[in-house]
C-alpha cells in the first residue's frame, strides 16, 4: 500500500497551534472549500474534520463536522472525508442516515471518526451524563456496532447496554461502505480499536513509539481475526533549509499561549487519570508538545522535503499507512506538501518496491 496523506480541517478557529503567532488559516466554510479543493489536487486523499462543540484551547468558533462535511462534499471530487463524531452526544442511527447522506452527495468518500471523549465540559454544559473512562470506550464500541450493522443489514436490531434498535431498516444503504476511523491510547481504546475499528489514528510520537502501539494494537486485532490500518499525526513545517523550518518551530513555541495551553494540559490530564491505567494521550507531553494539541511536532515532519519525505518512508517501515498532517499556514503549506514532499515520497516508495523485487 502507498502511504496515504490526510490533513486536519481548520474547522475550528486558531488553527493548528495553541500560539499567538500569526497564521494564513481560517476556519470558515469558504475557507475550508479552498483548502480542501487545493488538497485534492495536491495529493491528499482523506481529510478529518475535527469535533468540538465549546472552546477548550481557545478554539472560540466551531463548525460542526457532520454538517461541514456534507457541504465540502458537494463542492469537492476526490477527496475523502472523515467526519469526527461523538458518541453520547449523538444516537448511531442518525448518524448512520448522516454519514450515509454524505456517501450519496459525494458518491462514496465518506467516512467517519469516533471520539469517546476527553472534555468532561462538553457533556456538563449540553447536560448529558459523564461516563467513567472505560465505559466511555463501552458506548463507543456499541456505537460503531451500530453504525456497522445499519449499513449492511436489511434490518438491524441491537440489544447493548446503551443503545437498542428494533428492526430498523436503513435506506439507502452506502454506495461505499465507510471506514470508521478511532483514536486513543488506553488499554480500553487498543482493544476496542482491535474488535471493531478500521483505523487507527495515533497522537504524535517517535518511531519507536508509534512501533510499539502498532505491533500491540495488531496483535490484539490479529487474535480477533483482523487486521487494521494505522495513521499518525504530524504537524509539518517544511522549508528550504532546516534551520529555516527549526526557527518557524521555535517561533510557534515562543508565542504559544501559556493560558490556553496549560488549560489543555489540566483538562487532558484530567480525562488520563481517569483510565485505569491513570493516563491518557498526553501523559508524556511537556509544554512544547501540547502547543500542538495532538502531539504533532513529536513524529519529527520538521525540516526539508526531503528530510520530511525521509522520515515518512521511516514511518511506512515500522507499518503507519497514513500520514494526518496540520500546517501553520494552510493555503501555502497544503499546496508545498503536495508540490514538495508528496512526489518524493512516492519516488522513496517506487526504489522500495524495486528493492524488495530485485
Do not use: C
Amino acid at each position: 500500500m502507498t502511504m496515504k496523506f490526510a490533513y486536519w480541517v481548520p474547522n475550528v478557529s486558531g488553527g493548528l497551534v495553541i500560539s499567538k503567532i500569526p497564521q494564513k488559516t481560517g476556519w470558515s466554510f469558504r475557507d475550508n472549500e479552498r483548502y480542501a479543493r487545493i488538497a485534492e489536487n495536491n495529493g491528499f486523499e482523506y481529510a478529518l474534520l475535527q469535533t468540538r462543540f465549546i472552546a477548550s484551547y481557545g478554539a472560540e468558533n466551531q463548525l460542526e463536522a457532520i454538517a461541514l462535511a456534507s457541504a465540502l462534499a458537494a463542492v469537492t471530487n476526490k477527496i475523502k472525508l472523515i467526519a469526527a463524531v461523538l458518541p453520547g452526544l449523538w444516537h448511531p442511527g442518525t448518524i448512520a442516515k448522516a454519514v450515509s447522506t454524505i456517501d450519496q452527495i459525494s458518491q462514496g468518500r465518506a467516512a467517519v471518526n469516533i471520539v469517546s471523549g476527553w472534555f468532561k465540559g462538553e457533556f456538563h454544559g449540553f447536560g448529558e451524563p459523564w461516563l467513567d473512562h472505560d465505559e466511555r470506550y463501552r458506548r463507543s464500541e456499541e456505537f460503531i456496532r451500530v453504525l456497522k450493522q445499519l449499513w449492511h443489514e436489511e434490518v438491524t436490531s441491537f440489544r447493548g447496554d446503551f443503545y437498542r434498535i428494533n428492526e430498523a431498516p436503513h435506506k439507502p444503504k452506502p454506495q461505499v461502505i465507510p471506514p470508521v476511523f478511532q483514536g486513543g491510547n488506553s488499554a480500553a481504546a487498543r482493544q476496542m480499536a482491535a474488535r471493531v475499528s478500521d483505523w487507527y489514528f495515533m497522537n504524535g510520537n517517535t518511531i519507536e513509539g508509534f512501533r510499539g502501539q502498532i505491533e500491540e494494537v495488531s496483535r490484539l486485532a490479529l487474535a480477533k481475526g483482523r487486521m487494521l490500518n494505522f495513521g499518525a499525526n504530524a504537524f509539518v513545517i517544511v522549508r528550504d533549509t532546516e534551520e529555516e523550518a527549526r526557527q518557524v518551530l521555535r517561533d510557534i513555541i515562543a508565542y504559544a499561549d501559556p493560558e490556553a495551553v496549560e488549560g489543555f494540559r489540566s483538562q487532558v490530564q484530567f480525562a488520563g487519570k481517569a483510565s485505569p491505567e491513570q493516563e491518557g494521550m498526553w501523559a508524556n507531553s511537556d509544554f512544547a508538545d501540547l502547543v500542538q494539541y495532538n502531539d504533532g511536532f513529536k513524529t519529527g515532519l520538521i525540516g526539508t522535503p526531503e528530510q520530511v519525505a525521509d522520515r515518512i518512508i521511516a514511518l511506512k517501515r515500522i507499518g503507519v499507512n497514513l500520514i494526518l498532517t496540520g500546517f501553520l499556514h494552510y493555503d501555502e503549506d497544503l499546496q508545498a506538501f503536495g508540490a514538495k514532499v508528496i512526489p518524493l515520497v512516492r519516488e522513496k516508495e517506487a526504489a522500495l518496491l524495486d528493492s524488495a523485487v530485485n
